[in-house]
């Protein structure tokens, strides 16, 4: 069965202090990770999507990274309003047409 | 910036009841989803669509669930006969092709009493 495994479930961090969040997944023959943002009462908002091992994607504070195994989103100097739930996806094995979420890390900057 | 839009916002039913969920996807994507997140739980797959059919349902897109896509601009999600399990946010989605990111509306948030 497709897994995507995040950690840690909550992370809190001052203003300005670095981090990383870590998705695993199981699915063999990655054809893409996906990572996106959930602010409470919302929808998924899409941040990036990765495709091979070694590739990165940064959107301003936001850098993601891809291992054949895992995913690392970094946050470089946070600010309060990047205080969210960051979600990371893959599709289904052998369905393109299904991405499966993993439960996110709960992140909270405090000012 | 092109956007899902989702109506109703809340809705609270009785249960045993039919609700219609709607969505308007993005004009030129080709591919529609429903998701579901029940409170505190993570996002969970029902359903895809493509080229006016149902490309893949998970299980727990029974009997009791229906999507069509009526008049071409609107997706919409039928569950029949309504259960208290159901009461869940609902998010439609699109994209372009199935192996880009997907564009989620803000969520119908139901509740089933």
């Known amino acids: 069965e497709d897994q995507v495994t995040q950690s840690p479930e909550a992370l809190r961090l001052q203003e300005g202090e670095s981090s990383s969040l870590n998705c695993s997944y199981t699915?063999?023959?990655?054809?893409?990770l996906f990572w996106y943002r959930q602010d409470p009462g919302k929808g998924p908002e899409f941040l990036f999507t990765?495709?091979?091992a070694g590739e990165e994607k940064e959107k301003e504070r936001l850098k993601a990274t891809l291992t054949k195994k895992e995913s690392f989103l970094h946050i470089t100097a946070p600010k309060p309003e990047d205080s969210a739930t960051y979600l990371c996806?893959?599709?289904?094995?052998?369905?393109?047409?299904?991405?499966?979420f993993g439960k996110g890390t709960r992140l909270h900057i405090l000012p | 910036e092109p956007e899902v839009t989702q109506t109703p916002s809340h809705q609270v039913t009785q249960m045993g009841q039919e609700v219609i969920l709607r969505c308007v996807p993005i004009?030129?994507?080709?591919?529609f989803y429903w998701y579901r997140q029940i409170l505190g739980q993570k996002v969970e797959f029902l359903v895809s669509?493509?080229?006016?059919?149902?490309?893949?349902k998970s299980e727990i897109f029974d009997d009791q669930f229906s999507v069509e896509r009526p008049d071409g601009s609107n997706f919409t999600l039928k569950i029949r006969s309504t259960k208290l399990e159901d009461s869940a946010m609902y998010f439609c989605?699109?994209?372009?092709?199935?192996?880009?990111?997907?564009?989620f509306g803000s969520g119908t948030r139901l509740t089933v009493v």
């Open positions: 989605a699109s994209s372009e092709n199935s192996l880009i990111g997907y564009t």
């Open positions: 699915v063999s023959g990655l054809r893409g």
């Open positions: 990765l495709y091979s």
């Open positions: 996806a893959v599709p289904s094995m052998n369905r393109d047409d299904k991405i499966i």
């Open positions: 004009s030129n994507h080709l591919y």
């Open positions: 669509f493509y080229n006016n059919e149902i490309s893949e």
